[in-house]
């Protein structure tokens, strides 16, 4: 096998890990989006929290559920970017094994294993942000008002 056939196959070995990477690159803009929503919304309440004191208590309650919120979201943000950064790893070590022609296979294995684990811890987090922002979700009128209408 000449230098050409086994940069080839390296290349080509790469190819599923930069997929990979590209997979996390879009759930980070997802996860990065909804940060952005989270930290709109909390600036608006705050806003609010001085000219309204009627409702100092229900803007205070939102503030928390957005600071849940917020942290779960920064902890998917945190563990998908250690599984972006262990997929790189990846890739970088498949190309040093090719070039300095001995085995990094136990490496390898550990760095995907790594990786696949913070995606894994990473979309978890990203499901309980989900459900929290939805079990908080309104619609119309208020808690209070719509039991009263009921």
């Known amino acids: 096998m000449n230098d050409f056939d086994k940069i080839a196959h390296v290349i080509s070995l790469s190819i599923a890990p930069v997929f990979l990477l590209s997979g ?16 709109d919304r909390a600036r608006v309440l705050e806003g609010r929290l001085e000219a309204d004191a009627d409702h100092a208590n229900a803007i205070v309650k939102e503030l928390h559920t957005l600071e849940r919120r917020g942290q779960l979201i920064y902890r998917a943000i945190t563990t998908s970017t250690v599984s972006a950064l ?31 684990i913070s995606s894994i811890v990473s979309l978890i987090l990203f499901l309980r942000e989900v459900f929290l922002a ?17």
Do not use: D, N, Q, Y
């Open 24 to 39: 996390v690159g879009t759930i980070l803009s997802v996860l990065s989006g909804r940060l952005a929503r989270i930290v």
């Open 134 to 150: 939805i079990g908080t979700f309104e619609i119309g009128l208020p808690a209070r008002k719509r039991a009263a209408a009921a």
């Open 86 to 116: 262990m997929v790189c790893f990846v890739i970088a070590s498949l190309f040093a094994s090719s070039i300095l022609h001995h085995s990094t296979r136990v490496f390898v294995t550990a760095l995907f294993i790594v990786a696949m």
